[in-house]
């Protein structure tokens, strides 16, 4: 990666993509410092401390902080990537949405993606009231009234907005994907802090050398893991027929349809965490029961730290993995386009037995994958379970989103490399 970011700083096209890929970047973590006006910080930061193992926890780390101290940009990309999913998937169920997401072309994608932007300032204002409301109740604000609401609930709606331009702006005239990159930035961010807490708890006896051994291996473990599965794929052989056009001759060329391992990224493992998390969130609303009743036990039962809660969790990460396959890979279009341009899987006749054949290989790659990331998920939890550190469950996630947008990153760099040697070759 290293290497990688040297040679693209020696192009000055690219020099110029990185700084101002990294200029947005440090505005994000400016913003991430900037508190909202009414809210006691203090007391705020350790209520979600204490709300670690819930959905909150996971906002909180997703922000990189700024949700626990309730900063303008508190909400940080959630209403985004909540918007652009809903979208997606209501491109599935509305014939008009389809339509314009498969034919509309360029003018298609400029109307999906502004309706995409009015549908994340829409959840920021419900994410924002939300909050606002948790806060109330909590006693954390240090006023309650109707200007109080009203700057606290804009300053979440502007600083969610923004932070949505900010990752436009980098896709556009930066590096890599926007809004991942923000994601990522924020996570990085908490790593200086988490280490600290490390060393705090080795040096009070709370962690034993063995156990932060056995933390920084299973890190390594993942990263190694998630690296070589990232790059994996399934690759199907294509065989286009030679057709004659005048007089030349055209196709009898052999290609690939490749099939990703990991197709649908971190999706699947975000969204099975926050439904796996929902009742252990509703249950931090409430007093504690007393230790050897029935809610007692049924509260351990729904922790995360139970065999109960990795069970539920493994098996929503390889039901969402299995969604989220059929929306990005449909296998009887795919077969259409490649009975159009002539082309066919040898020893598959064109059509619904090529159809069947590639819907049968997506379900072992994605099986494969699904396991795969049920593994990545699951395994942190486990050495938090040994170590006695629940927060570990959701620094896999983080692990996964840090390595995954780093590699994307880097392909992105190689990707314009590749293109302006070939201009300068063709120039």
């Keep these: 990666m290293i290497q990688t970011i040297r040679k693209a700083w020696g192009i000055p096209e690219l020099r110029k993509k990185i700084i101002f890929t990294a200029l947005i970047l440090l505005i994000f973590r400016i913003g991430n410092a900037i508190p909202v006006p009414y809210v006691n910080a ?21 922000s990189g902080g700024a949700f626990a101290n309730a900063t303008i940009f508190a909400l940080g990309v959630q209403p985004y990537i909540n918007s652009s999913i809903i979208i997606q998937l209501l491109s ?46 909590a006693n954390i604000l240090s006023a309650n009234h109707f200007w109080a609401f009203l700057v606290i609930l804009v300053s979440f709606i502007a600083g969610s ?16 994907n926007g809004i991942s990159m923000i994601l990522f930035a924020g996570i990085l961010s908490r790593v200086p802090n988490l280490v600290g807490s490390m060393v705090n708890n080795a040096r009070t006896g709370v962690l034993k050398w063995w156990m932060i051994l056995l933390i920084v291996v299973g890190i390594l473990g993942l990263i190694v893991l998630i690296t070589w599965v990232n790059g994996a794929e399934r ?17 009898g060329q052999a290609s690939t349809l490749p099939m ?42 729904i922790d995360s730290k139970s065999v109960l809660y990795m069970l539920v969790y493994f098996l929503l990460i390889i039901g969402f ?11 009887v279009e795919i077969s259409n386009n490649l009975k159009k341009n002539g082309g066919f899987i040898p020893g598959f006749r064109p059509g619904k037995p090529t159809a069947d054949f590639i819907s049968k290989v997506l379900s072992k790659v994605t099986l494969f994958g699904a396991i795969y990331l049920g593994v990545v998920a699951i395994l942190p939890l486990l050495i938090g379970k040994i170590v006695k550190v629940s927060s570990l469950g959701i620094g896999g996630t983080s692990v996964i989103i ?14 314009q490399m590749l293109m302006r040697q070939y201009k300068g070759f063709l120039g």
């Design 321 to 331: 993995s299995y969604f989220y396959s059929t929306i990005q890979f449909n296998p």
């Design 402 to 415: 840090v390595v995954g947008v780093a590699l994307e990153t880097v392909q992105a760099l190689e990707s």
């Design 42 to 62: 203090k007391l705020l930061n350790e209520y979600i401390n204490q709300m670690s193992t819930t959905v909150l926890g996971l906002y909180n780390v997703m």
């Design 161 to 176: 907005a923004f932070v949505m331009w900010m990752g436009e702006q980098i896709t556009e005239f930066g590096i890599g």
């Design 235 to 251: 690759r199907i052989p294509v065989q286009y027929a030679k057709r004659q056009v005048g007089r030349k001759m055209y196709g």
């Design 260 to 301: 990703k391992v990991n197709m649908s990224g971190v999706l699947p493992v975000i969204f099975a965490q926050s439904i796996a998390m929902i009742p252990a969130t509703i249950a931090a609303f409430f007093p504690s029961p007393a230790e050897g009743t029935f809610w007692y036990k049924i509260l351990q039962g």
């Design 92 to 137: 599935m169920a509305i014939p008009a949405l389809e339509r314009l997401a498969r034919e509309g072309g360029e003018e298609g994608k400029k109307k999906i993606q502004s309706i995409t932007r009015y549908a994340t300032i829409a959840i920021a204002i419900l994410q924002g009231w939300g909050y606002y409301v948790l806060m109330n109740r």
